[in-house]
């Protein structure tokens, strides 16, 4: 595929508001986990929230979409100047040319939860005022996205699980190397709900605490949420500097309904995948962001893949105990980690691992550390073996 600039991008998530926020943390090695004292939920786990959301208001002429994960879409699209730049884009391009792919997994469930607490007594109706479409539905947060950036190009809202908004790249590449549109706002927006606490919980996937991905005593993910936006236009002839989409890699493992492959099969086709479409060979990524979640089965099914493409030549670690899992969101979380990496050179710390596990064998970086980062892989794979990896590079280096 033909590299894809970012041109603009932004983040929301528990490490705090925008990208200088992010930078700081991931350098710092922070971690934005806490208690989870969420809603009404008993759970003992940490979760990543988004401070402040409950305060939030929207538009008053979007004010029908009001609800958990649009106020979360809200304040991602009003970090760094994005909306600005959208707007920009739109002047060069024309609105119907540039298109809007949200990935999302529950979207806004929790407005349905609340709604349900309102029910009549009588009948168990739902509330009049409960607007499933605007609120609830997969697609509200990409109508939500595109209404208040005033686009009017192809709009999809993508659900595979974790692999969500990291698909929406590649869903994005596709209908811009069609021609279809000249530009699009790719990104992912997920946050907390008592469907997906209760839902892990019940598979004995919640860590207890902080999640330790690749430790020898890790026992479950963190989850978290976020709002993670990005803008893709082609790399103008005369760039000279920026952060580029260079290849997007999908599979299927169809292995499980819950568990990926044991082998990682399906994460190394991704993975392969992702290269190919880069034209670049594994000695070329300079780190990896996995999607190392904290789990026992996802951790060693990931390191296989690694360790089969990859050796022990390439450094790697998640930063999920950072930022929790955002489902998702994730992949767009860690897109908004490996530009960071090229822009900022560093690979950020491994945080939450104290021993890795002696079983899997990756180049795996707690400390992480200042060096050179010119290009980043970053995985994403969902339930059902929904896999996606991204690659992404400093435009000067693609000469």
Known sequence: MRPLLISAATLASSLGLG???????????????????????????????????????????????????????????????FA?????????????????????????????ELAYRRRAASDGALPADFDYRRTHNTFSVAEYARARLGLAGPCAAISTACSSSAKAFASAARLIEAGVVDAAVVGGVDTLCLTTLYGFGSLDLLSTSPCRPYDEERDGISIGEAAAFFLLERVPANARTGVALLGTGESSDAWHMSAPHPEGRGARMAMEAALHAASLAPE?????????????????????????????????NSTKAMTGHALGAAGGVEAVV?????????????????????????????????????????????????????????VESLA
């Open 19 to 81: 990208l200088e926020a992010t930078r700081a943390a991931l350098a710092s090695g922070a971690s934005g986990l806490v208690p989870c004292r969420f809603e009404t939920a008993a759970l003992d786990t940490w979760v990543g929230e988004i401070r402040g959301l409950d305060e939030v208001a929207l538009p008053a002429s979007l004010a029908a979409f009001d609800c958990r994960n649009n106020r979360a879409a809200e304040v991602g699209l009003s970090q760094d100047g």
């Open 338 to 394: 490996a530009l960071v990496a090229i822009r900022e050179e560093f690979v950020p710390p491994g945080v939450g691992t104290r021993r890795i596990d002696p079983a899997l064998h990756a180049r795996y970086e707690i400390a992480g550390g200042p060096r050179r980062v010119d290009r980043v892989m970053s995985n994403s794979f969902g339930f059902g073996g929904s896999n996606c990896s991204l690659v992404f590079g400093r």
């Open 84 to 112: 600005d730049a959208v707007r920009e884009a739109v002047e060069r391009h024309g609105a119907a040319r540039i298109g809007a792919f949200i990935g999302t997994s529950t979207a806004g469930i929790l407005q349905t």
């Open 284 to 316: 070329a990524i300079d780190y990896v962001n996995l999607h190392g979640t904290g789990t026992q089965s996802n951790d060693a099914s990931e390191d296989r893949a690694i360790t089969a493409l990859f050796g022990d030549r390439v450094a790697c």
